[in-house]
């Protein structure tokens, strides 16, 4: 991992502290200490296969015996922009990465570095073909162990901040999406998501559903809102020739399963 993970990048304040017999470097049985501790800038990190390399870093690095740990206070995955970074990885030869950041920057941009990296796949094909665009804040913490595949842990919190989302399965488009909205591995949970859709106002809620047999994923929806006559009959699949007025209240209950 150590030997492709940092691509680039300045190192200054450096300090080393070594105490301890050398055969038994790098003392993972207490033996004794090795501390290399710097402060870095402009650095590159490929972090894990699959997601978007950490660009522009800027922050503290210490290697502690076989471990790493370190926290940054600037840098950017995939164009969005990171605050507050704290990793670590215990054992250098077995790495298990752990991460947790805070970040902020477009949605589209945060959705193709989702779709792109390994979780995305696991979400399923209806998550694949979601698409946005507008500010939102981020939180994530990431388990990644290099070695066993099914250990891996994600949660991802989005707050969105007035955002317009595409989604085939709501077959139009919704705008001015406020709320907040947590992915943790194939679970995704939104208490109230606030917009417009079809002209009117609309809030939604999604929660995990049931899972069992062939079903490793569900997705409950519940919502209600209220919608313009005018878009109405393209959106039912109406002929064009057949035009609609005033004002209709709807309720949504739905279930998402990937089977």
């Known amino acids: 991992w150590l030997e492709q993970a940092f691509q680039r990048g300045t190192a200054t304040a450096g300090r080393l502290a070594y105490h301890g017999p050398v055969r038994k470097f790098p ?25 978007a390399p950490l660009v522009g870093a800027a922050g503290t690095v210490e290697f502690l ?22 990793f670590a990885i215990d054992d250098l030869k077995a790495p298990v990465i752990e991460v947790d950041a805070a970040g902020s920057g477009d949605l589209a941009k945060a959705l193709a570095v989702v779709q792109g990296s390994p979780l995305g796949p696991q979400l399923g094909a209806q998550f694949m073909q979601l698409s946005g665009q507008g500010p939102a804040d981020y939180s994530l913490r990431l388990r990644l162990p290099s070695q066993d595949p099914t250990m891996r842990d994600y949660v991802v919190r989005t707050r969105l901040n007035s955002v317009s989302v595409n989604w085939p399965v709501l077959r139009a488009p919704v705008t001015r999406v406020t709320g907040d909205f ?77 089977r």
């Open 182 to 258: 947590e992915v943790h591995n194939r679970e995704f949970r939104a208490p109230a998501l606030r917009g417009v859709m079809l002209d009117g106002p609309f809030e939604l809620s999604v929660k995990p559903g049931r899972v069992g047999g062939d079903v490793s994923a569900a997705i409950l929806l519940s919502g209600s809102g209220r919608v313009a006559g005018a878009p109405l009959p393209a959106f039912i699949g109406l002929p064009q020739t057949i035009r609609m007025g005033g004002t209709a209240d709807w309720r949504l209950d739905g279930l998402i399963e990937r």
């Open 27 to 51: 003392f993972r049985g207490g033996e004794g200490e090795f501390k290399a501790r710097a402060d870095v800038r402009d650095a590159s990190v490929v972090y894990f296969d699959g997601f």
């Open 65 to 86: 015996n076989a471990g790493l740990r370190g926290g940054l206070s600037a840098g950017e995955v995939g164009g969005l922009r990171l605050r507050d970074v704290q």
